[in-house]
T-cell receptor, first 112, second 118 residues
Framework: DAGITQSPRHKVTETGTPVTLRCHQT?????MYWYRQDPGHGLRLIHY???????DKGEVSDGYSVSRSKTEDFLLTLESATSSQTSVYFC???????????FGNGTRLTVT | AQKITQTQPGMFVQEKEAVTLDCTYD???????LFWYKQPSSGEMIFLIY??????QNATEGRYSLNFQKARKSANLVISASQLGDSAMYFC???????????????FGKGTTLSVSS
């Protein structure tokens, strides 16, 4: 199994508070991704990274920011959480262009 | 327009039967990759099988095979001899331009729930 750890696994927070989710990998893979999963929508890309300090936006990036200061860590920040950001968040990694994504176990975030 | 379409919200099959999960895709790229993932009720995403757009043979991995029909832009997953443990959500996904684009992400369909009964 790919060494990907997401933390926390579960979080409940209040509307308007900032939240940071962490993705840590031990594989030294170049590419890292944040997706959210919602019923009826499948998985949608939030942000991705193709190297340290190199990040780009995905399909649903509004309200989210990311940072990657080290190869092994990719942080997702909800600047001011809203109820519409209640979701399951998955981090994924891959090492080369034709390899599949390997996913972490997800973080279930509830914004009340 | 949706890039990946999975038209079957739910499928029901009995043990030992074969089942086909449909996936159609939309791309103008010549180079792309197609993937299937399984998500059991425990929530993890498990990679099953991959097909490259230039691969001439259909991909197979154990009981999984991918029925790739390029002209129809379909990439159906076939599970032979279903087992109870196959009950899960299945996602089809595509990567466009995988040969040369750095950091290209996967685009996912909305998924199909497969229920296998004894």
């Amino acid at each position: 199994d790919a060494g990907i750890t997401q933390s926390p696994r579960h979080k409940v927070t209040e509307t308007g508070t900032p939240v940071t989710l962490r993705c840590h990998q031990t594989e030294n893979h170049r590419y890292m991704y944040w997706y959210r999963q919602d019923p009826g929508h499948g998985l949608r890309l939030i942000h991705y990274s193709y190297g340290v300090k190199d990040t780009d936006k995905g399909e649903v990036s509004d309200g989210y920011s990311v940072s990657r200061s080290k190869t092994e860590d990719f942080l997702l920040t909800l600047e001011s959480a809203t109820s519409s950001q209640t979701s399951v968040y998955f981090c994924a990694i891959r090492d080369s262009n034709n390899s599949p994504l390997h996913f972490g176990n997800g973080t279930r975030l509830t914004v009340t | 327009a949706q890039k990946i379409t999975q038209t079957q919200p739910g499928m029901f099959v009995q043990e030992k039967e074969a089942v086909t999960l449909d996936c159609t895709y939309d791309t103008s790229d010549q180079s792309y990759g197609l993937f299937w993932y399984k998500q059991p009720s425990s929530g993890e995403m498990i990679f099953l099988i991959y097909q490259g757009s230039y691969d001439e043979q259909n991909a197979t991995e154990g009981r999984y095979s991918l029925n790739f029909q390029k002209a129809r832009k379909s990439a159906n997953l076939v599970i032979s001899a279903s087992q109870l443990g196959d009950s899960a959500m299945y996602f089809c996904a595509m990567r466009e331009g995988w040969l040369y684009q750095a950091g290209t992400a996967l685009i996912f369909g909305k998924g199909t729930t497969l229920s296998v009964s004894s």
